[in-house]
């Protein structure tokens, strides 16, 4: 059976710029945003792979001169998202770029100023950066909005009711096991008081479990399954470690009781992380002790 269940802290190098200086957005809006976006490379603005990776960082790096926390290339499962595409439009490009949120839903969309189809096509950083600071405020507008219209929306993950978790489908098992590892994961944690969902709106927690296979020596495989729990505003908070050695090809059907002992393991883990970070209530202090009648 899986063991060695080992919650380890969160990484300290994600841009956290609302961490202890809010900044002029969250002046605005009285309290720092609850959301992280991610700018996304996209095949869909004219632009070279490399070129859209540049042109991704080139906006993540202006909004986040509007106060607006942004990262460029990967996401957390939590992330509402920024994709750029572009239309030629004769001798012009027209940059476009939409707002979505962690479930993918369109929010909303900003359209850029046109650049001259041959510069466009020239690309370099001098052109990627003048037409992300030309869309960044923008976008840092229309996310001011859409946050502050939500806030008044569903505010079950800050307070009152159960803790909210979205739980990404289990990646990378063999067999079975993405499939079985999500449902015993499912019900583990809602077996500790939390409401788990498969969908962003409305959780302040995400959860992701990877699993990773490796031979090992005398016909036995190593497994690897990392849990990985996130915040909204895109904090990795911490992970939970599951390292054992298996005969080989043992999990290449069903995992069976397997999924049960490794997701009875990982939830407490996961719920540990998640306390840490302040999302559990402490409990209601114990009343004191009624006096004893003396006799």
Do not use: K
Not at 78 to 97: K, M, N, S
Not at 229 to 235: A, E, F, I, P
Not at 246 to 268: K, R, T
């Amino acid at each position: 059976m899986l063991g060695l269940a080992a919650a380890l802290p969160g990484c300290g190098d994600l841009p956290q710029p609302f961490r202890g200086q809010p900044g002029a957005l969250a002046t605005r809006l009285a309290r720092p945003p609850a959301y992280r976006l991610a700018v996304l490379p996209s095949e869909g603005a004219l632009l070279t792979d490399a070129e859209a990776e540049r042109f991704a960082r080139e906006l993540a790096e202006a909004l986040m001169a509007q106060d607006v926390p942004a990262v460029s290339g990967s996401s957390f499962p939590l992330d509402w998202q920024v994709v750029a595409t572009a239309a030629r439009d004769g001798r012009q490009v027209l940059p476009r770029y939409a707002l979505r949120d962690a479930d993918g839903s369109l929010l909303g969309e900003v359209a850029g100023r046109p650049v001259a189809a041959a510069t466009w096509a020239e690309g370099g950083e001098a052109v990627l950066r003048q037409a992300a600071a030309d869309a960044a405020p923008e976008l840092a507008t229309l996310v001011a909005r859409v946050d502050a219209r939500r806030r008044t929306g569903d505010e079950r993950a800050s307070g009152g009711g159960p803790i909210v978790v979205l739980l990404r489908p289990v990646r990378g098992a063999p067999g079975d096991g993405n499939t079985s590892l999500t449902a015993r994961m499912t019900e583990r944690l809602a077996g500790l008081g939390m409401q788990v969902q498969d969908r962003a709106e409305g959780a302040g927690f995400a959860v992701q479990g990877v699993v990773a296979m490796a031979p090992a020596a005398a016909g036995r495989q190593r497994v690897e399954i990392v849990w990985t729990v996130s915040r909204r505003d895109g904090h990795d908070l911490g992970r939970v470690l599951q390292l054992n050695e298996v005969p080989a090809g043992s999990l290449n059907g069903f995992w069976g009781d397997v999924a049960f002992v490794v997701a009875d393991e990982a939830a407490g883990g996961v719920r540990d992380v998640i306390a840490n970070a302040g999302g559990f209530a402490p409990p209601p202090a114990p009343a004191p002790a009624a006096p004893t009648a003396q006799r």
